[in-house]
């Protein structure tokens, strides 16, 4: 066998091997747990800055928009801002641009109020608190210290309580939502007359407090598309509500220019920013550990070092074969 | 009679809505009100078009036995069982969409599933692309080659144990060379968006009317 053939035979390699690595290489660092450390950057730790600076007076929007295929990237980024925001109190309504997002948008409210996941926050139904909320107690230290006067205990390794209709409130998906951006800038309400779950928006303490999203003061966009650009054509350059971004990985690059001009005070760049979001969590002690985004980050490693180990190889054989003075390659493409 | 009706309801309307984006006045938002309740209307009736159109094409395929006809029925069972199992099946029967209905089920068991499996997918193709594909041919081939090893290790905790000037670069990399020419395509896109839609309210650009009224 001449060396031309082995390289040629390199390049040609069946790609089953290649697919093959990539699936043995994903799965063991879920099983190892390896953890290595995620340093934060600029315009992560600009979102984090921002929503912790809010309180219980203010209110931001989360909009879920995306479908499921990119819901491993972008779940995380809005289940960690969510939980950041309970932390303090604000007040989140839940969007959706697609009707797919909907789903995707319940789907985190679930996880972050699931008793099964560390460090849940217990949720208490539009319906369980209409007494307190018909006495008038919507105040949010009076509503916890009314409810647990009434004989509710918070459950042990829960957060705190978040109560729907003063803590957040699920909208989910409206058609044309870029049209509804657009309404809301003028009323919540008139886009939305109830909830996801059919409550009411009129008889929603934070509706009252925030009838449009000149009332808001964050609306974080976690998208698989160019949906989240939607929010800065109608929200910020409309009315100047500030927005940020969290964006897939192929896609964060697209958006460095709405950070540079001002249009988004910070960007979530696929699961290294939502692993940025959750060590910081972590680091400022409103969560006890990291979640799915930090744990991921180790099979992101591995799996970059292989493609990048595949380019080197490629490239060896490539010029060692002698095929870059070649018009194309002989065999399988 | 079919061009021009069309042409000025596009020339008021298009005239109306950009002029009302800048008016903060209650007239304008009235206007605003009326045309967010209008579009969804229309667009409503979009879908019964394209739903309806969908059906004939898989139901001629499935008539005809057509080549893969049976794929035919993995479009259009699904396209009618999720809604009439979101609002048509009685809840009492597991209709709905709450869980542990059938809709909640297929959505997040069977949807979420294929699509996730289907984006996971990428990562193996990339990587087989890279493999094949990623070649340092030329000096700007090589020049591109090294901007995404860099960015990808920049991405990745490895990078931060090489060095932690390593992800600085890669970020370099993202906020200034990426940053300048992302901004000119953006810039050339929106102008020509902006030229488009000037032709197009104003009537000079008809394409859109088909063949209507020749």
Known sequence: ?333 | MKRTVPLMIVMVGGILMMVQYFIPHQYSQAIFDAYVSWAPIIAAFALILGVGSLTRVHAHKIKRKSQNWQFSWAVLIPLYAMPILAHLWPVSLAGGMDPPSAFHFMFMHVQVSIQSTMFSMLAFYIASAAFRAFRAKSALATVLLLSAVIVMLGQVPIGDLIGKWFPQIGLWILRFPNLAAKRAIMLGVGFGMLATNLKIIFGVERNWLGGAGK
Request: proline residues 4%; negative net charge; charged residues 20%.
């Open chain 1, 1 to 333: 066998m001449s060396a031309v053939n082995i390289w040629e035979r390199m390049l040609n390699i069946d790609r089953r091997w290649i697919f093959l690595s990539i699936g043995v290489i994903s799965i063991v660092p879920f099983l190892t747990k390896i953890g290595m450390p995620v340093s934060t950057t600029d315009e992560v730790e600009s979102i984090f800055n921002y929503v912790d600076s809010l309180g219980k007076e203010n209110a931001i929007f989360i909009g879920f928009d995306y479908d499921p295929g990119t819901q491993a990237e972008n779940t995380p980024m809005g289940v960690a801002v969510m939980r950041h925001a309970f932390h303090n109190n604000v007040s989140v309504f839940l969007t959706a641009y697609t009707p797919l997002g909907h789903g995707m948008a319940g789907g985190a409210l679930d996880y972050v109020t699931n008793p099964a996941v560390p460090g849940y926050y217990s949720r208490v139904d539009f319906s369980q608190w209409a007494d307190l909320r018909d006495a008038g107690v919507t105040d949010k230290d009076e509503l916890v210290a009314a409810w647990e006067a009434a004989g509710h205990e918070l459950p042990e390794g829960s957060s705190g309580w978040v109560f729907e209709g003063r803590d957040f409130a699920y909208l989910g998906y409206a058609p044309l939502f870029y049209l509804v951006i657009l309404g809301m800038t003028a009323s919540i309400e008139a886009q939305y007359h109830q909830d996801a779950n059919e409550n009411p928006l009129s008889e929603m303490p934070m509706l009252r407090e925030h009838k449009s999203l000149r009332e808001v003061d964050l609306a974080v966009t976690v998208s698989g598309s160019s949906a989240c650009t939607a929010w800065v054509i109608y929200g910020r350059e409309k009315i100047g509500l500030p927005v940020a971004f969290g964006v897939t990985a192929v896609s964060a690059t697209d958006y460095y220019p709405y950070i540079q001009s001002g249009q988004i005070i910070g960007q979530m760049g696929g699961l290294r920013g939502a692993a940025e979001y959750e060590v910081l969590l972590k680091e400022h002690g409103i969560t006890e550990t990291t979640d799915k985004a930090f744990t991921g980050m180790d099979v992101q490693s591995a799996d970059h070092i292989l493609i990048i180990l595949f380019i080197i190889i490629g490239n060896i054989a490539y010029f060692m074969g002698g095929f870059h003075k070649q018009k194309s390659l002989k065999g399988r493409g």
